[in-house]
Each structure stands twice: as structure tokens, then as C-alpha cells.
């Protein structure tokens, strides 16, 4: 089964055997990858009713449920990791479901798209008009992103609520590391994946 590149780089976070929660699981793949690939004993969330039934036809555990209502229906340590991709900057609380998954979970890894990235800049100094770019591909008026945030955002955010930042990788439009995004990432990486934990 091969896996989409951005799901690959989630999937390579993640130890065997452990037990998973997907917040925004869609279809399914990353479970069914896991769980093939890496013996993980995974759960998805998701609202969509079409992506219930495909995530049911591939094997996958889900549960139907608005990740705005909270996660309080699942105990604290629950889960060895809890992933959300692409996910944080559309719903309406992303400083409250953070605390949420580092209660239900050791660890979590977030994936989201950089507001501060170079283009988005230079669309906004010189056209002035808001950022489209295939890291952030809606115009204003139809974007799903009520929280957009550059990678500088979340960090603080991170800082603020004392998560730690266990692990980043800052990836360009085809998922693949490169020199300038290690280098200056809050210029040049349009994505990143965080793996957090909790501080003791």
C-alpha cells in the first residue's frame, strides 16, 4: 500500500504497536497503513458520513464526532499518540483541543500550513489582498482556516500552554525536507509537523 507523501512522513512518527487516534481521520489510509504496517491499534474521528463508510469498508475503527464538541468522551493517557493533520487552524478553540490531546494522549503530532511562509508575504506587501498558495489554496471568502498562524504562532503557543516540542519537520510542497526550511523554516517551510509531548 503505497501512502500519501504527507501521511508517510506521520507514519514514520509513529512506534509499532501503539495505540492511535486520528482526529480528522477522513478516509482512513494513515489507520489502514498503520495498522498493516505497524501492528497499531488505531481510531479515527471524523463528521463526514462518506468518510465513516469508506473508513468502515477498509477495517478501520471510527467514531462520529465534531472535534469542536471536545475530546471529553475519552479518558486521560488513553492513547500512545494523537494526530491531527492539517486540521488545527479550522476549528474554533485549537488552544483548548491541543490541551485536550496531550490529556487523552502521551504524545500527538499536528501538521499545519505557514502563514508566514515567503509567498504568503509577498502577496500580502505587494498585491495586498489575502495569501493563495498551494500550502493554503482557498480565497478568503471560502477558506475553511478561521486560525491561520505562522510556525513562530505556534510555537509561542506551544511555550504559552507548556506542550513540548519534542520534534519538527518543516517540508516543502512535495513533503520532502529541504536545507532552507532547516535554515530559516518560518520563511521557507510551507508545512510542518509537529510531534509534541507533555513537560514533567
Known amino acids: 500500500m503505497t501512502l500519501r507523501a504527507d501521511l508517510a512522513?506521520?507514519?514514520?512518527?509513529?512506534?509499532?504497536?501503539?495505540?492511535?487516534?486520528?482526529?480528522?481521520c477522513g478516509e482512513g489510509e494513515l489507520l489502514a497503513y498503520l495498522q498493516s504496517n505497524k501492528s497499531v491499534n488505531g481510531y479515527g474521528l471524523d463528521v463526514d458520513a462518506d468518510n465513516i463508510r469508506v473508513c468502515l469498508d477498509k477495517g478501520v475503527n471510527v467514531i462520529e464526532q465534531d472535534l469542536d464538541a471536545g475530546l471529553g468522551n475519552f479518558a486521560d493517557s488513553s492513547f500512545d499518540m494523537v494526530v491531527m493533520t492539517e486540521t488545527l487552524q479550522s476549528v474554533?478553540?485549537?488552544?483548548?483541543?491541543l490541551k485536550e490531546m496531550l490529556r487523552i494522549g502521551d504524545q500527538c503530532i499536528v501538521t499545519f500550513p505557514n502563514f508566514g511562509h515567503w509567498l504568503c508575504r509577498a502577496q500580502l506587501l505587494l498585491l495586498g489582498r489575502m495569501p493563495v498558495a498551494k500550502h493554503i489554496p482557498h480565497s478568503?471568502?471560502?477558506?475553511?482556516?478561521?486560525h491561520l498562524c505562522t510556525f513562530r504562532d505556534f510555537e509561542n503557543l506551544c511555550k504559552s500552554l507548556d506542550l513540548k516540542i519534542i520534534e519538527r519537520r518543516v517540508v516543502d510542497h512535495q513533503n520532502i525536507e529541504r536545507p532552507w526550511g532547516k535554515l530559516m523554516p518560518n520563511l521557507f517551510g510551507p508545512v510542518a509537523f509537529y510531534r509534541l509531548g507533555k513537560t514533567v
Request: aromatic content about 6%; charged content about 20%.
Open 9 to 24: 512522513v506521520i507514519a514514520d512518527l509513529v512506534n509499532p504497536e501503539a495505540r492511535v487516534l486520528d482526529l480528522g
Open 140 to 146: 478568503w471568502y471560502n477558506t475553511p482556516n478561521i
Open 92 to 97: 474554533k478553540s485549537p488552544e483548548q483541543l
